[in-house]
């Protein structure tokens, strides 16, 4: 498939890094600073370099990207919390022009959610947002398999840099301040952490799964959920859990319409005590019981492999 | 949809008393010995209560089953080991008729695979067999989303009983043939457990499973798999494991073009290590990393909910 990518930022330069791995052809690359487009399949060595030394010349506006030939627009634009712009005008854009569209941006589908779902209504395109969701465990390919009316409440580990830290601090015995540094030197966690671990990432993601199983009967935002962070945990009480069998994990949940992030102790031997960066969404089946997917959480290279499979599903 | 249900032991019976709650309609369900045949919908209650008592009274012959009014036909007779038939004359009838089928019978599809996928290729229904494995969790699924081709190794807990045994075993410290009379008053193995218990209900699941990656390229049947099962395992096998940390489970493996059934020595903190009668499968996949699934193992219930979850997805 032909891609435009749009977003430049570490996720969008993975994606076109990766492009050929998956056997698609990057036609054009950029934001709003300038973008490269070729029909035949941009330079990706040299557009990822003009980018990263932020040498913007030879590149044409956003709006040539936007009009370029291409199949699926990859939306990948940071996330952000409480605008959805100008994520938002990029995918109305490709579904004018009955393009299909994979979202990176959680920030934009958790705030625009059935806006987004009248575009793709009212145009020939698709809209797929894998990626949005832990990473490349397949959930909403599950969700959408076993019918979304069909699932009661879904639950899980949806952020890794926040399951690493506590992960560390329980088997450890360290304070979260020393764990934090830690993970930032490791790159797991950004310079400004609070997207991770004050629950917000986790919480885009309940949702957007909330969203999901609604199929548009109701909508959620992000002022729907109930979300408390990990920054305050004491190392006490971990410390606590492990000698009582258990430990705390920052789980995400959505049941009875009610989207919740919180710290939550959970039995070590619970299948939601994934180690690490590992992520495990549960979800509760009406034919099916409980089900669980799990495996690697998200990060850039995971997210940019995800929306990469998101575009081979369309094709 | 309209389903035709042949086969009529417990598996049979049961996906016929729960398919008006999948929302499908029986209009023909029967095996050999006689069958019921109703365009509008065959009285479920009536003809479960007959097959029950073994009164044959009021039904067609097979033949005017196969003929019936259906979109989607369920194979539904039982697995058996070494011989292909009646099954694989009653998903031929269907296919030449257009129609679906959904298989339930794990020996036929692991013994006729590429022949099945040639009556297949051959009719305008589709073949599906998401019950045929792990039962309810939906593993066929999720490897024909990522693309079999990008799967390198798939390893589990494909068998409910003999996990159950394993587990007893480990955490009461209780022998093998103890536990067996347990499972066996329980109703979780059956009066013969060797198909369980010997490893051969896992391996059948994994010559499926390495016939879906193949993709056709080469076959795989029984007799290409090294298979061993539990009966023999002493439990204080299972004491030793469990003082070093570790458990012994039965598991089921494909890769490198090899299929190995075996207990494991494995962490008791793997993945891989649930309990009582869940069951778990790992993809090991080239743009994903390691993915786990698990919930439910299969019995009579869950098969036969997988079966019609397998219909739905027809329609």
Same mark, same amino acid.
């Given at each position: ?41 941009i330079d990706v060595a040299n ?17 040539v990207a936007l009009d370029a ?22 995918v109305r854009a490709a579904f ?75 088997? $450890?015995?360290? +304070?979260? %301040?020393?764990? !934090? ?5 490791? @790159? &797991? *966690? /950004? ?22 199983? $609604?199929?548009? +009967?109701? %909508?959620?935002? !992000? ?5 408390? @962070? &990990? *920054? /305050? ?39 939601? *005590? ?42």
């Open positions: 498939m032909n891609i435009a990518v749009v977003g430049t930022s570490s996720v969008g330069t993975a994606i076109v890094k990766k492009a050929h791995e998956h056997g698609h052809t990057v036609t054009a690359f950029g934001d709003a600073d300038g973008a490269f487009v070729d029909t035949d399949g557009a990822v370099e003009n980018r990263e030394s932020r040498d913007l010349s030879g590149t044409d506006p956003l709006e030939s291409y199949d699926v627009l990859i939306e990948a634009t940071p996330t952000s919390v409480g605008h959805s712009q100008p994520g938002y005008e990029h004018k022009r009955d393009r299909d569209v994979v979202l990176v941006n959680k920030g934009l589908l958790a705030e625009r959610y059935r806006d987004l779902r009248q575009l793709e209504e009212d145009s020939l395109g698709e809209l797929r947002f894998e990626a949005t969701v832990v990473g490349t465990i397949p959930v909403m390919t599950t969700i959408q398999d076993l019918d979304p009316t069909t699932i009661s409440a879904v639950r899980g580990i949806f952020n890794g840099p926040s399951n690493f830290i506590l992960t560390r601090m329980a088997t $450890e015995g360290l +304070n979260y %301040e020393s764990v !934090l540094a830690e993970v930032q030197e490791l @790159g &797991i *966690a /950004d310079a400004d952490p609070t997207f991770d671990v004050d629950g917000i990432d986790a919480a885009l993601q309940c949702v957007i799964v909330a969203n999901v199983l $609604e199929e548009g +009967n109701s %909508e959620y935002t !992000l002022d729907d959920a109930a979300v408390e @962070g &990990i *920054a /305050d945990l004491p190392g006490s009480a971990l410390d606590l859990a492990v000698g009582d069998g258990r430990t705390i994990r920052l789980v995400g949940e959505v049941s009875d319409d009610q989207i919740r992030v919180g710290p939550r102790l959970i039995p070590e031997q619970s299948s939601l *005590a994934v180690s690490g960066t590992d992520n495990i969404v549960q979800l509760e089946t009406k034919h099916a019981g409980r089900l669980n997917i799990s495996g690697r959480g998200a990060d850039i290279s995971t997210t940019a492999t995800a929306a990469l499979m998101d575009v081979s599903r369309l094709s």
